[in-house]
């Protein structure tokens, strides 16, 4: 067996067993289970439980092959601990599977997510790589945001595959570089042998709501999936219904959300909330219906589109139930969520019941809570409510940080008629340096959420 052959103590062991028949024997059911090593590592519960077990074969004298390493490696990759990378580094060393191109790579992966500078000496020292190789190194740079590292590697390559051509449109695309990314992909479709996957669009619609033509360009790209007959998944599907809805095509998401394989959290989350951000309140509360009829557990992330659809279409007793219901799927709030309590309590007047979710909140109030309290404060004229919070407001928010906030509380004075105490804040936020902008987007919008 190859497996046997790749380790020298193994080699050793074996002629000590020819030697001895009843180690022989006893042996021969070592070796019939030696497999399961390998599959228990694979099938571990944790990566915790996988290093047991790696350390379990260590202690026993087990040689190892390449498919226990292997799954040792994968399992860890997640972890991003480096010391503990640079251990399994070293026992590799001392196994002798350094050279081997697979278990090189597979190591390569997992220092790539704990540092980069160790993944590149790995990546110098390897005698053998391969397009996987090369392609890991990519998308490690595109993590540390080495642009040009990146794609002076994917121009050096021998040879790219598609997964090449994603992970360099993705570097560009997770670093803000849009045309680069976009033109990249234009190169791509010219080349006959090569043509983009499901991975390679998710990369680029990904990066299309930041950019002025997401419609012209996003529909192009949806065309070019119908065009090939690709069955929309939960993970393009889900990208397709966030650029639809980022741009306002709010029918054009809902029938792709209609006709999505295997809908997840994410996918129901993701029309949630593009439904929510347009004002599209009652049809929220619809959706999150039909997802919880449908068996999907909803996360933090779908009660906060729930709630920010009930603040902006005034449903307060609906989002006041969809509060509660948080705690009773195992959740805890987020400041998200108090922040949509809030902003739904001060738009609807209701001063007082805003004041309360602050004050028994779990969490510290941050600027975007404050300043929707004192927005709403002010749309309501309610300056003596106002006042009531200043001083806390100011403990928490320093005039350097966000002066928005407090050109916000200079402008209540004014409007209670309260000059000097106007001044006065007005001087502290000359004397920080503060700038002189109106702040944050809540203050100039009067809503947080």
Known sequence: MSLLN???SMKLFLSHLILNPIIYQQSIRLVRSFNSWSLAIRNASSPHKALHLYSQMHRLSLPFDTFSILFTLKSCTHLQNLPLIRHLHSHLLKLGFDTHVYVATSLLQAYVGASSDDAHALFDEMPERNTVTWNTMVSGYSKSGNVE??????DGMPVRDVASWSAMIACYMSNGLWENGLVLFREMLLLEDLKPDRVTLCSILAGFSHMGSIGLLGKSVHAYTLKNGWELNAELGTVLVVMYVKCGYLKNASHVFSLMEGRNVVSWTALICGSAQHGYGKEVLSIFDMMKQAGVRPNELTFTGVLTAC?????????HGYFRMIEGYGLKPTIQHYGCMVDMFG???????????????RLKPNVVVWGSFLCSCKL????????RVFDQ?????????????????????VLSG????????RKLMVNQNVKKTRGSS?????AGF
Do not use: C
């Open 393 to 413: 407001v100011m403990e928490t928010v320093k005039p350097e940080n966000d002066g928005g906030v407090y050109t916000l509380i200079s402008d209540l004075y």
């Open 149 to 154: 590292k990146a794609r002076n590697l994917f």
């Open 347 to 361: 738009k609807a007047g209701l001063l007082g019941e805003a004041y309360e979710v602050i004050r028994t909140m």
């Open 6 to 8: 790749r380790s020298k």
């Open 442 to 446: 809540f203050i100039r919008s009067g």
């Open 418 to 425: 309260k000059w000097d105490d106007a001044e006065r804040v």
């Open 380 to 387: 309501h004229k309610q300056f003596e409510m106002a006042e």
């Open 311 to 319: 603040a902006r279409a005034g449903l307060v007793e609906e989002g």
